[in-house]
Nanobody, 122 residues
């Protein structure tokens, strides 16, 4: 059972930047597609971006150009660099893993944790 622990959330001013990290305890980290999702109060969990074992990336249209995903297999860690943040980006951000390369569907992912809170002030 893969386990993922995100960190790096916090409070940031609109227009600012934040970088999230997610570390997994899985032994086969490099074989997984890793993804970021987010969920705002009263809203459904939505796909943000995913990255495959060979660094192919898949972005939600609304995040492409502002958010960037990367991975460091040696550290079993993925990152989410978030720029030009907006108040509507306020949400709990989750990371998870899947064996389905490039999947955008939350139901394909495993290893959900508590997430990390991102709050963007206006």
């Amino acid at each position: 059972q893969v386990q993922l622990v995100p960190s790096g959330g916090g409070l940031v001013q609109a227009g600012g930047s934040l970088r999230l990290s997610c570390t997994t305890s899985g032994r086969t980290f490099s074989t997984y597609t890793l993804g970021w999702f987010r969920q705002a109060p009263g809203k459904e969990r939505e796909f943000v971006v995913a990255i495959t074992w060979n660094n192919s990336t898949y972005y939600a249209d609304s995040m492409k150009g502002r958010f960037t995903i990367s991975r460091d297999n040696a550290k079993n860690t993925i990152y989410l660099q978030m720029n030009s943040l907006k108040p509507e980006d306020t949400a709990v951000y989750f990371c998870a893993a899947t064996v389905r390369p490039g999947s955008r569907s939350a139901r394909d992912y495993n290893g959900w944790g508590q997430g990390t809170q991102v709050t963007v002030s206006s």
